[in-house]
């Protein structure tokens, strides 16, 4: 079936770094994709939206210059997050729409950030 | 007020035993609604999709009441295999594509 995948599964950073997350649909093309965050014991909290080929949607609080999201192929989603600091350090979840086939969310497995 | 909001637990229950979760949402032009479970460091997984008339798969039924804004989901006969959180989770759109999760509902099945 239609899977999502995430890379790196974890991430150690110093702060002030920037930490680059891949999201690719494997056997699907993928025009929205969506970005999560949770931390710990707390809901997943949707960060923002990625349109292929143009802007992502940032929800509001999100600020949208520290996290980058880049769009560029309808497989591939990439966030990157800028200067980060300790309390970035969350789990990050992708999620993409197999529009074509079932039309089920699939979740990446998750990437879990930690900033020193 | 939570938009999504989930006694988050944990129920302990024994092998065999049915379970039942509760959630409530806020917002009444919800519209598609569903049932996810996360195990431990993993990421979400859809259950199932949550119908006004209640649907059932398998020994899960999910119920929804629009008029209360509140959804249930039912284990019956569970399995050490069931033990994870389970999210509510709702969308404004049809779609369901932007969610809302809830904190969720840890369950542990034991023998």
């Known amino acids: 079936g239609a899977v999502v995948s995430q890379h790196p599964s974890r991430v150690i950073c110093k702060s002030g770094t920037s930490v680059k997350i891949e999201c690719r649909s494997l056997d699907f093309q993928a025009t929205t994709m969506f970005w999560y965050r949770q931390f710990p014991k707390q809901s997943l909290m949707l960060m923002a939206t990625?349109?292929?080929?143009?802007?992502?949607?940032?929800e509001q609080g999100v600020e949208k210059d520290k996290f980058l999201i880049n769009h560029a192929s309808l497989t591939l989603s990439t966030l990157t997050v800028t200067s980060a600091h300790p309390e970035d350090s969350s789990f990050y979840i992708c999620?993409?729409?197999?529009?074509?086939?079932?039309?089920?969310?699939?979740f990446g497995e998750g990437s879990r950030l930690t900033v020193l | 007020r939570k938009e999504v909001e989930q006694d988050p637990g944990p129920f302990n229950v024994p092998e065999g035993a049915t379970v039942a979760f509760n959630c409530t949402y806020s917002?009444?032009?919800?519209?598609?609604f569903f049932w996810y479970r996360q195990d431990c460091r993993k990421e979400p997984k859809l259950l199932m999709s949550?119908?006004?008339s209640g649907n059932e798969d398998g020994r899960f039924t999910a119920q929804l009441n629009r008029a209360s804004q509140y959804i249930s989901l039912l284990i019956r006969d569970s399995k050490l295999s069931d033990s994870a959180t389970y999210l509510c989770v709702v969308s404004l759109t049809g779609g369901g594509n932007k969610l809302t999760f809830g904190t969720g509902t840890q369950l542990k099945v034991e023998l």
């Open positions: 999620s993409a729409r197999d529009g074509g086939g079932t039309g089920e969310l699939f």
């Open positions: 949550v119908y006004s």
């Open positions: 990625s349109n292929e080929g143009s802007k992502a949607t940032y």
């Open positions: 917002n009444s032009a919800s519209q598609s």
